[in-house]
């Protein structure tokens, strides 16, 4: 099946810096989309994004799919924004949807 | 409903018994996942239900695992004989593909925290 790799695994933020979190996959995707847990265990989608550029705010998402990447954008980083961060795949003609290895960030004041 | 609804939040059970959870998606939702997420851990794909086809349970860890969808709505997870290593919260999604744009924005509901003493 396809693999899906985020990067880095852990990074802490002082409060007011900018980030970039990057997502690999092994395959062409249908789509894909960004989901932030946080501390408390609730998955909230953040971007539907299977190709091009969008934006929310201070997050921002551009996913390259002939090159089989997406990266989140998070700047101006909050302590709100501390949590895990999962990319989710969908590909070939099944709907199955394959999440990545996550992003834990710490924002510390 | 107006998000994904499961139940109960948390369970604490004794090794060996059974235990049902219970997911009722988005209202429309015609795609629902199963997921378990053990602590400190990423998702764990379980099963996947899309309207009358056949489930893909590919994810189901053992045969002690099953889940039915009733009507094409709500959701049940059964664990069968719970061991520790089930221990774990098990996160329920639905979504709605084919409606396009991002119809298959997935909505995940709070989860069901399980700890098997």
């Known amino acids: 099946g396809i693999q899906v790799e985020q990067s880095p695994p852990d990074l802490i933020l002082q409060e007011g810096a900018n980030s970039t979190l990057r997502c690999n996959f092994s395959?062409?995707?249908?789509?894909l989309q960004w989901f932030h847990q946080n501390p408390w265990g609730q998955l909230i989608n953040l971007f539907y994004?299977?190709?091009g550029t969008k934006q929310n705010g201070r997050l921002s998402a551009t996913t390259v799919a002939t090159e089989r990447y997406s990266l989140l954008y998070i700047s101006s980083s909050q302590t709100t924004d501390s949590g895990v961060y999962f990319c989710?795949?969908?590909?070939?003609?099944?709907?199955?949807?394959?999440f990545g290895t996550g992003t834990k960030l710490q924002v510390i004041p | 409903g107006a998000g994904v609804s499961q139940s109960p939040s948390n369970k604490v059970t004794e090794k060996g018994k059974d235990v049902e959870l219970r997911c009722d998606p988005i209202?429309?939702?015609?795609?629902l996942y199963w997921y378990r997420q053990s602590l400190g851990q990423g998702l764990e794909f379980l099963i996947y239900?899309?309207?009358?086809?056949?489930?893909?349970k590919s994810g189901l860890p053992s045969d002690r695992f099953s889940a039915e969808r009733t009507g094409g709505s709500v959701s049940t997870l059964t664990i069968q004989r719970t061991q520790q290593e089930d221990s774990a919260v098990y996160l329920c999604a639905s979504s709605s593909p084919g409606t396009g744009g991002s119809g298959n924005t997935i909505y995940f509901g709070e989860g069901s925290w399980l700890t098997v003493v």
């Open positions: 239900f899309q309207g009358n086809s056949a489930p893909d």
């Open positions: 994004i299977p190709s």
């Open positions: 395959d062409s995707v249908n789509n």
């Open positions: 989710a795949v969908e590909s070939g003609g099944y709907q199955k949807v394959t």
């Open positions: 209202s429309g939702h015609t795609a």
